[in-house]
């Protein structure tokens, strides 16, 4: 099958249990290979939804979802994906480098399950540079537990990476870090675009403009714009609130730029 497009939405509703709105409604679009995407929307409107149907975590009532041509069960290995902060119980001792190492589970297609699972050196090489990259290598032999918010976002993310994967899917990747950081972890994300899919669920506007070729507008239902296509217009209807669509160059911010999203 054609490749070009990386994932397609064909009519696609998504309910919750008994809820009796739909999460996502009758979706249909298609983002292309090679593309960094930022997923914008207000809390609730599905982002997180979208990301889980995407990868087959969860199925839709109606409509298909195809990831690299092919039914996500399927194809997920190709993806690193840091899950949106849980307030997940990490009390359990597992090391940060263990962690990271997870991401190398699926790699190549091969079915691991975490007991058969023999790490190699160069699993352990590529779990330490990943780490490295998020600026968090120090922390590989302490207890994932007792790391900040934002250590263990960045933890997560390096597990993400870790697979050496063509999509990196980030969802609220930003939400616990500092804002200093958050330009570093910008500018990783564009060294990184050059070789891997970039899609990233954000709530900061600023970025889709300058970091981004397209956005996933997502409010129950949801649309692909190439960022030409993205203005104020748009971010109005999306928030049905008249929030401010401040452009900056995120390079800049750190010399003084202020940086609002008004959103939230
Ligand atoms: P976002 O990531 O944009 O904040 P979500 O995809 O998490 O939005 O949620 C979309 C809608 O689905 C919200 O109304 C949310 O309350 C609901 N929802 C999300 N997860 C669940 C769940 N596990 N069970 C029931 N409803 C859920
Ligand atoms: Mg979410």
Known sequence: MHEREMIVFDHVTYYYGSSLQPALQDVTLRIPRGEFASIIGPNGGGKSTFIKL????????????????????????????????????????ISVLDVTLAGRFGVGGQRHNALRFRTSRRDKEIAMSSLEKMGVARLARKSFGDLSGGERQRTLIARA???????????????????????????????????????????????????????VCVNRVAR????????????????????????HDHRCSEAGHEHRSDVD
């Open 54 to 93: 995407l990868l087959g975590l969860l199925k839709p009532q109606s409509g298909a979802v195809k990831l690299f041509g092919d039914q996500p069960e399927k194809t997920r290995y190709r993806v690193g994906y840091a899950p949106q902060q849980a307030r997940v119980d990490f009390r359990f001792p």
């Open 161 to 215: 990476l870790c697979s050496e994967p063509e999509l990196l899917v980030l969802d609220e990747p930003t939400n616990n870090i500092d804002p200093l950081s958050v330009e570093k972890f910008y500018q990783l994300l564009e060294t990184l675009r050059d070789d891997v899919s970039i899609l990233m669920a954000s709530h900061d506007l600023g970025v889709v403009s300058n970091l981004v070729d397209s956005v």
């Open 224 to 247: 692909f714009h190439p960022t030409s296509e993205f203005n104020g217009d748009l971010v109005r209807e999306l928030y049905h609130s008249d929030v401010r669509l401040v452009r």
